[in-house]
C-alpha cells in the first residue's frame, strides 16, 4: 500500500469528475431519447418534472460520493468549487434537457 500522495489525490478527483461526467450525459441522453420516442405526454413530463429531478439527484449522489469519498483529498475551498461546479452542470443539464425537448414536435394524445 503506498502512502497517499499528490498524484493519488488528483487522480481520485480526476476520476470522481470523469465518472460523474458520464453519468450525467448518459442519463440525459436517455431522457432526451424517451422523450423523442414518446413525443407526447410522457416528454412533457420529462421535460418539466423528471428531467430536473433526475439531474438534482444525479448531482446530489455526486456530491454525497465526493463528501463521502474524497473528504481528506479535497481541501475546504476545493471541495466549495467541486459543489459549485457540479450545481452548474445541473442547472446546465436542465436547461439543454428542457430546450431539446422543447424542440420536438408533440402531438396531444
Not at 476520476?15 to 461526467?21: D, R, V, Y
Not at 420516442?37 to 428531467?51: F, H, T
Not at 454525497?64 to 479535497?74: I, K, M, P, T
Not at 475551498?77 to 436542465?94: T, Y
Amino acid at each position: 500500500m503506498t502512502e497517499p500522495g499528490e498524484p493519488i489525490r488528483r487522480w481520485r478527483v480526476l476520476e470522481l469528475t470523469a465518472l460523474a461526467a458520464i453519468a450525467f450525459f448518459l442519463t440525459n441522453v436517455l431522457l432526451v431519447r424517451t422523450a423523442v420516442r414518446d413525443a407526447s405526454w410522457l416528454a412533457v413530463g420529462i421535460q418539466i418534472l423528471l428531467g430536473p429531478i433526475t439531474n438534482l439527484m444525479l448531482g446530489a449522489g455526486v456530491i454525497a460520493a465526493q463528501h463521502w469519498g474524497l473528504r481528506r483529498d479535497l481541501s475546504v475551498r476545493g471541495g466549495r468549487r467541486f459543489k459549485l461546479a457540479v450545481l452548474g452542470v445541473v442547472l446546465i443539464a436542465i436547461g439543454v434537457d428542457f430546450a431539446l425537448i422543447d424542440a420536438i414536435p408533440k402531438h396531444g394524445c
